[in-house]
């Protein structure tokens, strides 16, 4: 029954926040600084291409199938004295 409770108090939620009670230039202000903080510096066409060249190694990896390492040690007399496997399934 908590449950119903939660829906009908979020039913009857009354914004109370100074955004919901100003002028519409008001409001556009308050969300363009709020954009601007979230989107912080203005990148550099070095960065973008950094973005780019990131998403580009990532997709040929994800569509290149995966590899399978292995790796044998032998001890002096002949005997294996480790065998890791990387990668496999």
């Known amino acids: 029954m908590s449950e119903n409770t ?6 009857n939620f009354v914004g109370r926040s100074s955004l919901a ?6 409001r556009n202000r308050a969300l ?3 954009t601007n903080r979230m989107l ?10 950094g973005v780019v060249l990131t ?6 990896r994800m569509s290149q ?7 044998d ?3 002096p007399g ?3 004295a480790l065998q890791l496997t990387l990668g496999g399934r």
């Open 65 to 71: 199938p995966p590899a399978m390492i292995e790796i």
């Open 55 to 60: 998403l580009s190694a990532r997709t040929r």
């Open 6 to 11: 939660a829906l009908n108090e979020l039913a």
């Open 78 to 80: 002949g005997t294996r």
């Open 21 to 26: 009670t100003q002028d519409m230039a008001a």
């Open 73 to 75: 040690v032998f001890a």
């Open 40 to 49: 912080g510096k203005k990148r550099s066409v070095g960065d973008l291409l």
């Open 32 to 34: 363009a600084a709020m």
